[in-house]
C-alpha cells in the first residue's frame, strides 16, 4: 500500500482589479510541473490540487462574488500560477417587474 503523501496550504492572493470587472489569483506552487497542476472552478469557489514528488499543494476557496467561470484564464510560471476570472454581472438574470 502506497503511503498517503503530506498536504500543504498553497499560498493564495486574490484581488479584484482596479476595474472591478475580474478577480485575479495568484497562487504559488513552487517545483510543481505544470501538468502536476488540477484547478477546478465554479462560478462561486475553486479548488487546486497540485503534486511534486515530496507532498502535495491543496486550495479550496469561496470568491467574494460571482464569477464567470469559463472565462478563466491561467497561465504557469516560476512556480507562480496566475488565474483571471470575470466577475458576473450582478444583475444578470434578474427579471423586470411590472410596476401598476
Known sequence: MAKEKLKMAAD???????EKNQINLEICVPGVKKE??????LDDSFNLFATRE?????????????V?????KASYKDGMLKVSIKL???????????IH
Open 12 to 18: 493564495v492572493c486574490s484581488y479584484v482589479d482596479e
Open 36 to 41: 502536476n497542476i488540477h484547478l477546478k472552478m
Open 54 to 66: 515530496d507532498f502535495d499543494y491543496v486550495a479550496a476557496s469561496a470568491f467574494c462574488c460571482p
Open 68 to 72: 464567470k467561470s469559463k472565462s478563466a
Open 88 to 98: 458576473k454581472d450582478p444583475m444578470a438574470g434578474a427579471h423586470t417587474v411590472a
